[in-house]
C-alpha cells in the first residue's frame, strides 16, 4: 500500500507561482498512472492533469498552459509547477496513484489559496 505525502501548497498573491511535490513511500516507476485532483470549498474533486508512465501529460483546460507537471521516478516524487495563478485556483490539491490490480491512493492534501 502506497502512501503519498503533498507539499508546497500556501499563499501566493494573483499572477503569482507555486510548485507543489508529492512524495511516495515506495517507487513509483511501475505505477502507470498518477494525476493532481483539485477541490475548492463548495466543489467537487476536479482533475487537474493525468501523469501517466508513458506517453503525454493532458491537462484539464482551466489550467493549459499555466500548470506543468511532472514526474521523478529516481525520487518517487511528482510535481506541479503552477504558474500565473489566478483566485480560482484555490482548492485542496491532492496527489493520487493508480495502481493496477490494487486500486486508487490518495495523499492527504495541500492547501492553495490564491488571493491579494
Known amino acids: 500500500q502506497v502512501q503519498l505525502v503533498e507539499s508546497g501548497g500556501g499563499w501566493v498573491q494573483p499572477g503569482g507561482s507555486l510548485r507543489l511535490s508529492c512524495a511516495a513511500s515506495q517507487s513509483i516507476f511501475s505505477i502507470q498512472l498518477m494525476s493532481w485532483y483539485r477541490q475548492a470549498p463548495g466543489k467537487q474533486r476536479e482533475l487537474v492533469v493525468t501523469?501517466?508512465?508513458?506517453?503525454?501529460?493532458i491537462y484539464a483546460d482551466s489550467v493549459k498552459g499555466r500548470f506543468a507537471a511532472n514526474r521523478d521516478n529516481a525520487k518517487n516524487t511528482i510535481y506541479l509547477q503552477m504558474n500565473s495563478l489566478k483566485p480560482e485556483d484555490t482548492a485542496v490539491y491532492y496527489c493520487?496513484?493508480?495502481?493496477?490490480?490494487?486500486?486508487?491512493?490518495w495523499g492527504q492534501g495541500t492547501q492553495v489559496t490564491v488571493s491579494s
Open positions: 493520487n496513484a493508480n495502481i493496477t490490480d490494487q486500486g486508487s491512493y
Open positions: 501523469i501517466p508512465r508513458w506517453g503525454s501529460r
